[in-house]
């Protein structure tokens, strides 16, 4: 009985959950930041679910995820380099950037964004330079996979 009641709390959590993709490309004609701070993704936030044991072994075959995120669209004002993000695992973020984010470059990599901490509530997923739509300063938490 308990493992039904799991299933369906899983459930009811997903079908909850908004998915928007109405993020704008940045185009290639803006200068990306040079400015910008680079840290590990420990250190620019907390891992909360780590990636399963298939995933973990696909990523130490991959590279490590890069993200850029910036307070202003178009990749302007402050801006953060995460280098070191395992793939398939979910970060918080936190501190003076949760829900301040409003552009992102994943760098070739697919990167999804969640409303909420634990990689919960609404989400959008990327792959590339983008302004946010929808969940522009509402980000708290990431995953992104190789």
Known sequence: MQLFQVLALAFATTAMAKVYNDNSPIPDSVERPSNSVTMQANTFGTVVKAASAKLRSKALQARAS????????????????????????????????????????????TCTVWEHHGCSGDQSTVNGAVNWGYMNDKISSYRCFD
């Open 66 to 109: 890069t993200l850029q995120v910036c307070e202003h669209s178009n990749l302007e004002g402050a801006c953060i380099t995460i280098t070191g993000i395992e793939s398939g695992a979910c970060y918080n973020i936190n501190g003076i950037w949760n829900d301040v984010i409003s552009s992102t470059n994943t760098f070739g990599h």
